[in-house]
């Protein structure tokens, strides 16, 4: 059974920087690639970003490119979301999750484990 703990969420004035952390458990960490969604109250849950398994690779949903930035230490089995130049639409818990596969995901389906979640409130 793999855990997942985000931490690093809170509340920043718009403009702000956060830095979210994801530590795994399990001895196969960098054989997956890791990804974080977002679901804001009232919304459904959507992709922001996912890295390879190797962390070579790296792919943001739109509204985030430019101010995102995925990375992972696989030493550690932890993934980053360092998020600057936050905006109040942002504000959402954030989740990250293990795909099923090395190579990048953007699907829900394509997760099968998944953190509890950490709030992030982005105050205008």
């Known amino acids: 059974q793999v855990q997942l703990v985000e931490s690093g969420g809170g509340l920043v004035q718009a403009g702000g920087s956060l830095r979210l952390s994801c530590a795994a458990s399990?001895?196969?960490?960098?054989?997956?690639?890791m990804g974080w969604f977002r679901q804001a109250p009232g919304k459904e849950r959507e992709f922001v970003a996912t890295i390879t398994g190797s962390g070579g690779y790296a792919y943001y949903v739109d509204s985030v490119k430019g101010r995102f930035t995925i990375s992972r230490d696989n030493a550690k089995n932890t993934v980053f979301l360092q998020m600057n130049s936050l905006k109040p639409e942002d504000t959402a818990v954030y989740y990250c999750a293990r795909s099923q596969g090395q190579t990048f995901a953007t699907q829900i389906y394509e997760y099968d484990y998944w953190g509890q979640g950490t709030q992030v409130t982005v105050s205008s």
């Open positions: 399990g001895r196969t960490f960098a054989s997956y690639a």
